[in-house]
């Protein structure tokens, strides 16, 4: 056969076995160097690029978790702090390490003195988590509380104890509106400023007040803590920890002292106190009373205790000094006044008072029914008297003392570290013209003169009102202790006029005048000030002619504003003040704004004996404000429960309650300003205006 | 010539040795894969290791005729199950591989791997010795093949038939068939890849185009690549320690006890465990092929060098995978990876291999066989 093809390539046995064995080291070969191009290619991936893949392994091992920077502090002028931090020691339970969840609760709620429902809510939520997302157990613990988990470490698996920090103010409610509150960012704020920051849990922002105008300076940086994390986000272990840095700290001018003594001094009434430094603007205090409480609103508010103030017709929510606007009745007087002197009225002429004067086809009158008799601007300014204002003011016209009222800073918005303040109306015919499309009646100057109609103040503007009268300088209202300022424009008024009317001022409080009541208790000091009192209704003929009810018959909500305006010592004025009592009445004389006024300032030349005074006083009111406060809640609790109880479930949750009572309520909500007049619209200061100001 | 009774001279020990050092590894493997726990990876594989270590014992005492006389039989079996397994086996999942036996699941393409081998040897093992030149060598062959790879690729199993193709084509090439025609077909076969490409299905193309860039999608289809050579790269030369990977017990590591258990190894015991292992493979190959070059009958010298390097593709192909040179393609590395079907198949090749050793060494007297 072989013989047979002689062209083919002979192949024999031998030949063929020849090639197996050839083609067998062949594939032996190829499978010896395949061996090594894979030795050769696990070398270049675990050896050249070794650090590469270790970084990736490790950025996939490593996960990191911002730590939220402890927040600045607010200081006062002296130092001592407005806001700081308070270590906060809480419990969580991580579900995946317990091991007898039962008796895990069981020992804490013994250690901690855990109530039965808050034991079933635990339970609850170690029910439904995923596992290693940590349940709450408890948090605001005491140091001993924590300590005591803490050593029982090795018989609680799973449990773990933690501390962070949150916002603490040491004056609770004084200082409400000053500062505002914190609380967690929302998701408009996320989205705003997108940064990771803000959705980390337990970091909060300023919300209101100066802890939102400060926020950014505020802030500090966060820290980061390095974790062990599995590919389905369970953490393992935790590595490495960066600690943040805290905030910058602010000083304000406020005297942490006179803000909470002005707080507690407003006792039971709703109202506002504002104390200005004459030499130089700075805002000794600024308190709105009633409030909230700062702590609870940074730890989230309860439903029922947000109802309870949004439902409390003494308006906790709104801060009065800058939102609340009242006619300033007669505390304008003294301005008025002013404006008459510069018009070139002598203060000796006389206008006789018999009680009423018919302007137009009205009558008006003197608070006074029987009349002063003839007055001299002393005696008018002393005695309140209106008839002479009337009289005097129709003489020069309203755009004089227009003009004065906005030199001694009304309807004037000031350049404040605070999201919304409403600055009122000073009225003169040009704007009646354009808001109104009406033309200006003498009844309106004689409205105006008197601090009624139109016209329009808020606290913090009545206190500048008094800096301005007492130092003849347009001073600019100031929180930053050390800021720069411009040395401010005078008010125009030469010296002598500005004595005749610090001199009648005096006469208001020390010469026999309306108010006696805020006579100084410190000796050498001696107060000057004029009262108020803004009447918010109109008073009927028939009314009037049966007699005038006295404000203590009426509801609250009818009663008249009572207001006082002052500085301290009035040869010499040094502070100078603003106090405003809603809806006061004049019916309680140790609650109402002149002895407030006073005691307030005494407090300034003596604090001991203020104190004193005050705490003798706060015996008959039941307590300090944050006393008064708790009993408000239990009461409000209580109330609320009996209401469950006897209806049957109109509504299960608090919150519906709340909305729904809100709703049913004509009480204005918290922010909005009562708005007679479109002048007075909320504008925030611009962002940050104040912002990067002195620490 | 030694005092040590033949039996036990004939008992090949060496290899079992290997073997035993292999599977030994795999193990530990396994129980770190478990964070350090034998359940439920590691006590299995080893009882499985030990039960199919009997069965490759058992087959090496089959004489090597049997294997041939039953090549042809065997196949047409496994060709039917194939088959059965495209009616039966319903719609379940994407690929159809399985038929439910009841008391186990049969996976009749593991079966294929080796007898693809048997199948081509007895072939060419009957083919007259002129005949090997001629046209009629090559056209039983090519559809011995092409029946059970396209049952298997239309599975759709890409892994599995190319093993059965290569496997195939390995057998004709050691046939002693023309040199040019394997050279011809590769050719080809680089001009008709392109339009190959475009007759698969979508997650094999996919599969393949994240082979050639794992990174471009790094958590989806390319996630498998690229936490494999993260867990590979990132053990360096000496590895981060036993039960110290983290890529395998933080769970980055898909598949880690499976398909990609080498990158598991390869993270804890770095380039020098890595090394170990391939060499460790490296002198099995060597064994299988110089058993297959010193054995003398045809049909026996094809089959030694088929088995080993269809245990060799295993081992090539996953290797290939988990260092990113390769498609994720799901051929499991033989002792390493948790699985009885593969660890199956790979000893039936060695028990075979074994056998036609003993039968080499029985024939020639008592020489040197390693």
């Known amino acids: 056969m072989k013989f047979l093809t002689p062209k083919r390539k002979i192949v024999t046995e031998a030949a063929q076995s020849f090639t197996f064995s050839r083609r067998a080291m062949v594939v032996g070969g190829l499978q010896g160097a395949i061996g090594a191009v894979l030795i050769g290619r696990m070398a270049w991936i675990s050896v050249v690029q070794n650090e590469k893949y270790s970084l990736l392994s490790e950025s996939n091992r490593v996960n990191m978790t911002l730590i939220p920077p402890r927040r600045g502090w607010i200081l006062d002028r002296n130092g001592k702090p407005l806001a700081n931090n308070r270590t906060d020691f809480r419990v969580d339970l991580i579900p995946q390490r317990v091991v007898d969840a039962e008796a895990t609760i069981t020992h804490l709620a013994q250690l901690l003195k855990l109530e039965p429902d808050e034991v079933d809510r635990i339970r609850d939520d170690l029910d439904k988590s995923a596992g290693f997302r940590p349940v709450q157990v408890a948090d605001k613990l005491t140091y001993d509380q924590y300590a005591a988990i803490s050593v029982r470490l090795p018989d609680l698996p799973g449990v773990a104890p933690s501390q962070g920090f949150s916002r603490n103010y040491p004056a609770g409610a004084t200082v409400g509106h000053l500062l505002g509150y914190v609380g967690a960012a929302t998701a408009e704020e996320f989205k705003a400023r997108k940064d990771p920051l803000l959705i980390t849990p337990g970091f909060k922002i ?57 707080g507690r001094r407003l006792a039971t009434q709703s109202g506002s106190v504002v104390v200005i430094d004459c030499q130089n603007g700075d805002v000794l205090a600024l308190a709105s009373m009633p409030s909230f409480d700062p702590n609870s609103f940074s730890d989230g508010i309860s439903h029922l205790e947000y109802e309870m103030l949004s439902k409390d017709d003494h308006v906790p929510l709104r801060n009065k000094t800058l939102q609340g606007l009242y006619p300033p009745g007669s505390t304008v007087k003294p301005m008025v006044a002013l404006a008459l002197l510069e018009a070139g009225v002598g203060p000796q002429e006389t206008v006789n008072c018999p009680g009423a004067i018919r302007v137009g086809n009205t009558l008006f009158h003197c608070h006074k029914k029987r009349g002063h008799g003839p007055l001299n601007m002393r005696g008018a300014i002393a005695q309140s008297c209106d008839i002479y204002f009337y009289q005097m003011a129709q003489r020069i016209g309203m755009d004089r003392i227009a003009s004065m009222a906005h030199r001694v800073g009304m309807g004037q918005k000031f350049d404040l570290p605070f999201p919304s303040q409403s600055y009122g109306t000073v009225p003169d015919p040009a704007w009646k013209e354009r808001k109104y499309n009406q033309k200006w009646q003498v009844y309106d100057t004689v409205n105006a003169t008197i601090g009624q109609g139109y016209m329009l103040i808020n606290p913090l503007q009545m206190a500048v009102m008094a800096a301005r009268l007492a130092t003849g300088k347009q001073l600019m209202p100031n929180f930053i202790h050390g800021a720069p300022r411009k040395e401010p424009a005078p008010v125009g008024s030469t010296e002598e006029h500005l004595v005749v009317i610090r001199d009648a001022m005096n006469a208001v409080v020390n010469g026999g005048g309306t108010g006696g009541a805020a006579r100084s208790s410190i000796p050498g000091v001696m107060i000057a000030g004029k009262t108020g009192t803004a009447q918010v209704r109109r008073i009927t003929m028939a009314e009037r002619a049966g007699g005038v009810r006295g404000n203590a018959g009426l509801p609250f909500k009818l009663r008249d504003h009572a207001l006082f305006q002052g ?106 300003p009562p708005a007679p007049s479109a002048d007075d619209e909320d504008v925030p200061p611009p962002p940050g205006a104040n912002g990067g100001a002195t620490p | 010539m030694s005092i040590v009774p033949k039996p036990i001279t004939e008992f090949p020990w060496r290899i079992l040795a290997l073997l035993l050092v292999i599977a030994l590894f795999g193990t530990v493997v396994l129980y770190s894969a478990a964070s350090g726990s034998i359940f439920p990876w590691a006590a299995n594989q080893g009882v499985r290791f030990c039960v199919f270590s009997a069965m490759a014992l058992v087959l090496s005492r089959i004489p090597v005729t049997t294997f041939a006389r039953f090549a042809f039989p065997a196949y047409g079996a496994v060709l039917a199950a194939l088959v059965l397994v495209e009616l039966i086996g319903g719609v379940a999942g994407g690929s159809q591989r399985w038929i439910n036996l009841g008391f186990m699941q049969l996976q009749p393409s593991e079966f294929m791997k080796p007898i693809i081998v048997l199948t081509i040897a007895r072939f060419y093992a009957m083919l007259p010795v002129g005949e090997i030149r001629r046209w009629n060598a090559i056209w039983p062959a090519l559809i011995l093949i092409g029946f059970p790879w396209a049952l298997v690729l239309i599975q759709p199993d890409l892994g599995t038939a190319t093993m059965i193709l290569a496997g195939g084509i390995t057998v004709m090439f050691l046939a002693g068939l023309p040199l040019r025609l394997f050279i011809g077909s590769g050719l080809t076969l680089a001009a008709i890849i392109p339009i190959a490409f475009s007759f698969l299905h979508d997650y094999q193309k996919n599969r393949i185009l994240i082979f050639l860039d794992p990174e471009s999608d790094p958590l989806g289809a390319g996630y498998h690549i690229s936490q494999s050579k993260i867990a590979i790269g990132s053990g360096g030369i000496w590895g981060k320690g036993f039960l110290q990977g983290t890529q395998s017990h933080l769970q ?44 003398e009958d045809k049909f026996a010298r094809m089959t030694a060098a088929g088995l080993t390097t269809t245990i060799f593709f295993y081992v090539a192909i996953n290797l290939m995978m988990v260092m990113g040179l390769a498609p994720v393609v799901g051929i499991p590395l033989p002792f390493m990876s948790y699985g009885g079907s593969s660890m199956l198949t790979v000893m039936l090749c060695v028990g075979i291999i074994m056998a036609i050793d003993r039968a080499g060494k029985r024939r020639s007297g008592s020489r040197n066989w390693a």
Not at chain 2, 259 to 272: K, Y
């Open chain 1, 206 to 262: 300023g919300k209101d007040g100066l802890e939102k105008a400060f926020d950014r300076h505020l802030t500090g940086k966060p820290g980061a803590k390095r974790v062990e994390v599995t590919a389905r986000g369970k953490i393992m272990q935790e590595l490495t920890t960066r600690q943040d840095t805290p905030g910058r700290s602010i000083k304000l001018t406020i005297d942490a002292g006179l803000q909470e003594y002005a």
């Open chain 1, 567 to 672: 500085f301290a010592p009035f040869d010499n004025p040094r502070y100078a003040i603003a106090c405003i009592i809603e809806h006061g009445g004049h019916t309680i004389r140790n609650e109402d704004a002149p002895m407030i006024a006073s005691d307030t300032l005494s407090y300034l030349f003596d604090p001991a004996k203020a104190l004193e005074k005050l705490e003798t006083l706060e015996k008959g009111w039941g307590g300090t404000p944050a006393e008064r406060q708790a009993r408000q809640m239990a009461a409000f609790r209580l109330a609320k429960a009996i209401e469950k109880g006897e209806v049957p479930p109109p509504a299960e949750n608090a919150a519906e309650n709340a909305t729904a009572a809100n709703s049913a309520a004509p009480a204005p909500a918290p922010p909005a």
């Open chain 2, 252 to 295: 980055y590591l898909p598949e880690g006890h499976t398909d990609f258990a080498f990158a598991t190894m390869a993270e804890e015991w770095g380039l020098l465990g890595g090394t170990f292992l391939i060499l460790a493979f490296m002198l099995l190959f060597r064994w299988g092929i110089r058993v297959a070059m010193r054995t």
